[in-house]
């Protein structure tokens, strides 16, 4: 049964660190909604990005925080592509900073 819990709660967590990458890039991208244009998009989205995330091994936050990073500070105002996102996470050169915690308690916990 505690194998259930965690794995519960594993996936909370999943959903949670999606919706909050979904969040910064919709705060990032004004022309989001060219990219998904309804619920229904966006979910699909969602869940091609986390598996995107999770096939390249990206599961360091600090990772994840940079490819946001380079997110706020692009010029476009469309959304990149999951494997441009992937690719500025694990480009460690310009961008390797302290976590922010833009997304709240969330990520300053897992950190």
């Known amino acids: 049964m505690t194998e259930t819990k965690n794995e519960i709660k594993s996936l909370e967590n999943c959903i949670d660190l999606i919706d909050c990458i979904f969040d910064e890039l919709m705060g990032a991208y004004p022309a989001w909604r060219h990219a998904w244009r309804d619920q229904k998009e966006l979910e699909r989205a969602k869940i091609s990005w986390l598996r ?24 476009s105002a469309f959304v990149p592509s999951a494997g441009q996102f992937i690719a500025w996470c694990i480009d460690k050169d310009n961008y390797d900073s302290p976590l922010c915690s833009l997304c709240g308690s969330y990520i300053g916990e897992k950190s």
């Open 52 to 75: 995107t995330i999770v096939e390249a091994g990206t599961n360091d936050l600090r990772d994840l925080n940079r490819g946001l990073k380079r997110c706020r500070a692009d010029r």
